[in-house]
């Protein structure tokens, strides 16, 4: 059991509205590499404020956050886009393809970005969506593709520049529960397969038999974990 991530009391509080919102509260996880993690628990619970500190897109009010040993919160924006960029990839409910770009053209345009060369980007990003099982509709547009189909692009996506760690956003909540088990099963099958550590949130109490790692949140806090073996100290 390798530790990938880990907080220690992590709060995330907005001062937005008349009242201080403590989205999240003391918040204390691991991640483990090569693993599957989920976060469940209801609107509003916090689950995207947490998901979004770990992924450095949100900067959390107090506690630390380690990546790979390294202490991540207090790196300047610049770090944090190169930390994103670099080591993680993001799969939103929203998916987020770009419409003017075809399935293959969208993960090849996140190889591009990544700095990949361009002799290596073509069999790489085909191979990623043979992976997602869609290499056979590669040259279609979003819009020719089911919900399904785009979010399967949209994972290929996150994961072609080989980042230590894909979050995923309720990937699912766009989808019917079929379609929405299809997604899950992949990200199962891409961390026994593959090798890949995915950090994935639902309010779905369905999908948790598939996570190697549950952790649950209500009001901002972990009220349950569903973790063995989990004692590594990051610091
Ligand atoms: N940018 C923000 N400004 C003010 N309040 C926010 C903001 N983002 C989230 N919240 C509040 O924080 C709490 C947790 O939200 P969120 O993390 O989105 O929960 P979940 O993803 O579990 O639905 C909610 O009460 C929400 O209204
Ligand atoms: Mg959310």
Redesign the pocket.
């Known amino acids: 059991m390798e530790v990938l991530m880990k907080t220690k009391d992590l709060c995330?509080t907005?001062f937005?509205?008349p009242e201080p919102?403590?989205?999240?509260k003391q918040v204390n996880l691991t991640i483990t590499r090569k693993k599957f993690t989920v976060l469940r628990?209801?609107?509003?619970?916090?689950?995207?404020?947490?998901i979004?500190a770990l992924g450095a897109l949100e900067k959390p009010s107090s506690g630390e956050i380690y990546f790979n040993n390294n202490r991540i919160t207090g790196l300047s924006e610049f770090q944090c886009d190169e930390l994103r960029r670099l080591k993680m990839g993001f799969v939103f409910q929203s998916i987020g393809l770009i419409s003017i770009m075809s399935a293959y053209e969208n993960v090849e345009f996140a190889l591009r970005v990544a700095g990949y060369a361009p002799d290596t980007r073509k069999e790489w990003a085909e191979q990623c969506l043979h992976m997602v099982g869609m290499y056979k509709r590669r040259n279609h547009l979003p819009a020719e593709l089911s919900g399904g189909e785009q979010q399967r692009v949209a994972i290929a996506r996150a994961f072609a520049h080989k980042p230590d760690i894909i979050f995923a956003?309720?990937p699912t909540s766009a989808l019917d529960t079929m379609l929405g088990l299809q997604v899950v099963k992949l990200f199962k099958e891409l961390v026994e397969n593959q090798g890949m550590t995915i950090v994935m949130?639902t309010?779905d109490p369905n999908i948790m038999e598939v996570a190697d790692y549950v952790y649950t949140?209500e009001d901002?806090r972990i009220v349950e974990e569903d973790t063995t073996m989990l004692n590594t100290d990051c610091k």
Not at 21 to 24: D, E, G, N, P, Q
Not at 41 to 48: L, V
Request: charged residues 10%; glycine residues 20%.
């Open positions: 995330c907005f937005t509205g919102v403590y989205a999240i628990g209801p609107s509003g619970s916090g689950k995207t404020t947490c979004n956003d309720e949130t309010h949140l901002g």
